[in-house]
C-alpha cells in the first residue's frame, strides 16, 4: 500500500511526507520547465509544452483545499512578481497580474460559490459558462484568467465527491474537468502558438494530470524515503508558492545578467 487516507494528528503532520507534498514537488518541477523556457530558451517551445503539466494541479489544489484563508503572503508576493513583470515588459500592454494574486482571488470567492451557486446544477453551469466567456478578457489582466478559476472549480468538485461519493457529484466532477480541460488547451494553444504534435502532447499532459488527480487523495506516504528526500519534499509542499516567487526573481536576474553580458560582447 502507497498511502493511507485515515485522519492525521496536527502535532505529527509537519514531520510526515503527505502526498500533497509529493503533487507540491512535481509540479514545482514543471514550474522550473517552463520557465527555464521562458528565459532561457524562448524559440523552443517544447519546454513550454511540458510546462503545462504544473498549471492544473496548483489551481486544482486551491479548489481543493479546506482552508479559506488567503496568506497576505501570497498577496505581498503577488504585487511583488506583478510589478517585476511591468518592469520587465516596459508597458502595461503586456503586463499581467500575478498567477498568486489570481489564486487568492479564487479563495476569496469560494466560500460565496460553495454557499450560493454549488447546491444548484443549474448555477454550476451558469458559473461555468460565465468564466468561459470571459476567459479572452481576463487573460489579458492576469495570469491564467478564467481558465485557473474553472481548474479550482474541478478541486472543489473533487473534495465533495470524496465526502459525498454518488453518481451527481462524480458526474459533476467529470464534467467540470471536461469543461476546464478542454478551455485550458485552447487558451494554452492560442497563447503560445501550439501547432500539430505540441497540441497533441498538450492534450495528452492535461488527459494524463487530470487522471492523476482524479485519484488524488490526502494521505501520508508510506515509502521509506531517505531523511534528506523527505525533507525536501515536506519543504517543497510547505513553502511551494514562495519557491514558485523566488524562482522566477531569480531566473529574471539571471536572464537580465545575460541580456547585459551579450551586449558588452556586441560592442
Known amino acids: ?9 496536527a502535532s505529527g503532520l509537519r514531520q510526515q511526507v503527505t502526498t500533497t507534498d509529493l503533487l ?17 530558451a524562448p524559440d523552443e517551445i517544447w519546454w513550454r509544452v511540458v510546462g503545462r503539466a504544473s498549471l492544473p494541479v496548483w489551481f486544482f489544489l486551491i479548489g481543493f483545499a479546506r482552508s479559506r484563508t488567503t496568506a497576505w503572503t501570497w498577496i505581498g ?26 489564486f487568492a482571488a479564487i479563495l476569496l470567492a469560494l466560500p460565496a460559490i460553495e454557499r450560493h451557486v454549488w447546491p444548484q446544477s443549474s448555477r454550476i ?10 476567459s479572452p478578457y481576463a487573460n489579458q489582466i492576469v495570469e491564467y484568467g478564467t481558465e485557473g478559476w474553472l ?21 459533476l466532477r467529470i464534467t467540470l474537468a471536461l469543461a476546464a480541460g478542454l478551455l485550458f488547451i485552447l487558451v494554452e494553444t492560442q497563447d503560445y502558438g501550439f501547432e500539430g504534435m505540441e497540441i497533441v502532447a498538450l492534450v495528452a499532459i492535461v488527459a494524463g494530470v487530470s487522471l492523476l488527480l482524479f485519484g488524488f487523495r490526502r494521505a501520508t506516504l508510506e515509502w521509506p524515503l531517505p531523511a534528506p528526500v523527505a525533507t525536501l519534499l515536506r519543504f517543497c509542499g510547505r513553502h511551494s508558492l514562495t519557491i514558485y516567487a523566488a524562482q522566477i526573481v531569480v531566473f529574471t536576474a539571471l536572464a537580465a545578467l545575460l541580456i547585459d553580458a551579450s551586449d558588452d560582447g556586441d560592442e
Open 1 to 9: 500500500m502507497i498511502a493511507r487516507a485515515q485522519p492525521m494528528a
Open 151 to 171: 481548474l479550482a472549480l474541478v478541486g472543489l468538485a473533487h473534495r465533495h465527491w470524496l465526502d459525498a461519493p454518488d453518481r451527481g457529484t462524480l458526474t
Open 77 to 102: 508576493l503577488g504585487v511583488a512578481l506583478s510589478l517585476l513583470d511591468l518592469w520587465r515588459e516596459g508597458s502595461f500592454a503586456g503586463a499581467q497580474l500575478s498567477i498568486l494574486l489570481n
Open 125 to 134: 453551469i451558469l458559473l461555468v459558462g460565465v468564466l468561459a466567456l470571459l
Open 24 to 40: 507540491k514537488a512535481a509540479a514545482l518541477v514543471f514550474v522550473f520547465v517552463d520557465h527555464w523556457g521562458h528565459y532561457f
